[in-house]
């Protein structure tokens, strides 16, 4: 497994409840972008719509760019943008629609990264963290670090 993107700002503004894998719908030229590095999960989320003719609900990332591929030709209406189906089982999508629907909590992308020849997205129910959650969470961390630090000095 090889990381291609990592949504660090998630990880700060959400506490983190569940994760799940899902795949993406992608063009060819956009795989060869994400493999080059060329994606960006800043502010980009996960919501579930239903499906046109089947009329079951269905998972898709929205907002997250894809840059385009600069040797794939001249790609006239290329959106970086454009929200990209997830490949996920029934049973996830509807364990996801219903936390949507649950107060405060939102599905937000956590990570790109490839599981053999293919690209996999991790997505994570996360809850909001407050303001004076976050500044204590930086304190832990600090000292956390602080203790390794000391503790491999006398080693």
Known sequence: MTDLATNKTALYDYQ????????????GHEVKAIRN????????YVTIRLSPK?????????NCHIARYRH???LADYDPRRSRRLLMHHKEINSLAGTIQQKGL???PLRVYTRGTK???EIGVGQGRKQFDKKELLKRRDLERDVRRQLSLRG
């Not at 983190?16 to 063009?27: D, N, P, R, T």
């Not at 590095?37 to 980009?44: A, D, G, N």
């Open 37 to 44: 590095k060329q994606i960006s999960l800043k502010e980009s």
């Open 106 to 108: 939102t599905v937000i």
């Open 72 to 74: 794939a030709g001249h």
């Open 16 to 27: 983190i409840l569940e994760k799940f894998e899902a795949g993406l719908v992608l063009a």
């Open 119 to 121: 690209i996999k997205v």
């Open 54 to 62: 089947t009329k079951k609900p269905q998972a898709y990332l929205l």
